[in-house]
């Protein structure tokens, strides 16, 4: 990672965006084992990421309770999707949510419990339910479809490039400069172009999902994912810092990657269980 960071910002970006896609890409087409390892990895490090954000505003979060919930919750919706358990186990869910409760009662000293409990639960519904979402999107009509979960990533990094390519050359108009004045419609719309290409692209060679799905998913991940990097915008600037974190040369951390994934997921699994 150091050897990385001595290259240009650009060029860690790409560098960095290169060699994650290849393992993200290569863990997700060999088997629906190592999809949910890497996922397991990314849901982890997302929801870490967050609770450290949180801490910093001086909130005292159950982050190991948090961490233990979001990461059940993942683990439960695979092995539910994937057959190997019942779908009741869903119903496991609230009562493990409902233990925080009882451990802020022997927490001493703590002003405002209810609003760290708060954000522990908001950490958890932001950073690990979309990834566990996911593994409904990708167990679609009862089997594993690595095509569906691959299609999804590659239209939102074709969402990502397309933006940040469009918006350095040509961004003059801002389009929400009061959270993130970097953003331009000339983003956006590049963005948009080269997502749809990308949904024209997975409808042609995977055919898991008719044409006009690969295009609403496409759209879905177009608004999805541009509300989702303003969310993101709006975390960390109500926290004054630039990136959620600093593991990924280039790119910040987890939750900078994944922002349009987060809130792009819910509708890609209700627009494929509706459709």
Request: aromatic content about 18%; hydrophobic content about 50%.
């Amino acid at each position: 990672m150091n050897s990385i960071r001595s290259y240009s910002n650009l060029t860690q970006r790409i560098i960095t965006a290169l060699i994650g896609a290849a393992i993200i890409v290569t863990a997700i087409v060999y088997s629906e084992w190592t999809y949910f390892l890497i996922f397991f990895f990314i849901c982890f490090m997302t929801l870490r990421e967050f609770y450290q954000l949180a801490g910093l505003e001086g909130m005292l979060i159950q982050k190991t309770f948090g961490l233990i919930c979001g990461m059940s919750i993942f683990t439960m919706s695979f092995l539910i999707e994937h057959g190997d358990i019942s779908y009741r186990y869903y119903f496991l869910i609230f009562p493990l949510l409902s233990c925080v409760y009882m451990i802020k009662l022997y927490k001493k000293f703590e002003r405002k419990p209810f609003t760290n409990i708060a954000y522990t639960f908001l950490g958890i519904f932001y950073a690990a339910v979309p990834y566990a979402l996911l593994n409904i999107a990708v167990f679609e009509n009862g089997r594993y479809n690595f095509e569906i979960i691959f299609g999804c990533l590659f239209i939102l990094w074709a969402s990502d490039t397309g933006a940040y390519v469009a918006g350095t050359l040509f961004g003059k108009r801002k389009l929400f400069e009061r959270i993130s004045p970097k953003k331009s419609w000339e983003g956006s719309f590049g963005g948009a172009v080269l997502a749809l290409a990308f949904s024209y692209l997975m409808s042609q060679y995977f055919t898991v999902l008719a044409p006009w799905q690969w295009f609403s998913i496409g759209a879905i991940i177009v608004v999805g994912g541009t509300y989702g990097d303003l969310i993101e915008s709006l975390l960390k600037r109500s926290m004054e810092i630039k990136d959620s974190a600093s593991i990924l040369p280039g790119h910040g951390g987890f939750l900078d990657r994944f922002d349009g994934l987060l809130i792009s997921a819910p509708f890609i699994v209700a627009f494929l269980e509706i459709f």
